[in-house]
């Protein structure tokens, strides 16, 4: 079974910059989707940030665009949320998962993906 594990989530002041990693097992990458999600209390997991397996496309929610950009390098089988002028709303606990990749609409909902993450802290001071 494949294995996600996040790191790099710490508290940072609003304005600032994070950048978080997500380490698969095994080669994982380039054959499925992968995506960043993030839950705070009292909300729904909510989608952010996702890159197509093949094509390496990547799409992202409106509340991020902009400021959040993901990519990937293969070879480390890592996948990266860069953060950009982080708000107080961002604060939550980010969330990387992956799907097999196929083609169709861009994944976004969290039933869609197969594998999780155990998920790290980010927290944005005002």
């Known amino acids: 079974q494949v294995q996600l594990v996040e790191s790099g989530g710490r508290l940072v002041q609003a304005g600032g910059s994070l950048r978080l990693s997500c380490v698969a097992s095994e080669r994982t990458l380039g054959s499925h989707d992968m995506g960043w999600f993030r839950q705070s209390p009292g909300k729904e997991r909510e989608f952010v940030a996702g890159i197509r397996w093949n094509s390496g496309t990547t799409y992202s929610a409106d509340s991020v665009k902009g400021r959040f950009f993901i990519s990937r390098d293969n070879a480390k089988n890592t996948v990266y949320l860069q953060m950009n002028s982080l708000k107080p709303d961002d604060t939550a606990v980010y969330y990387c998962?992956?799907?097999?990749?196929?083609?169709?609409?861009?994944?976004?909902?969290?039933?869609?993906?197969?594998?999780w993450g155990q998920g790290t802290q980010v927290t944005v001071s005002s």
């Open positions: 998962a992956a799907r097999p990749g196929r083609p169709g609409i861009l994944p976004r909902a969290t039933h869609e993906y197969d594998l």
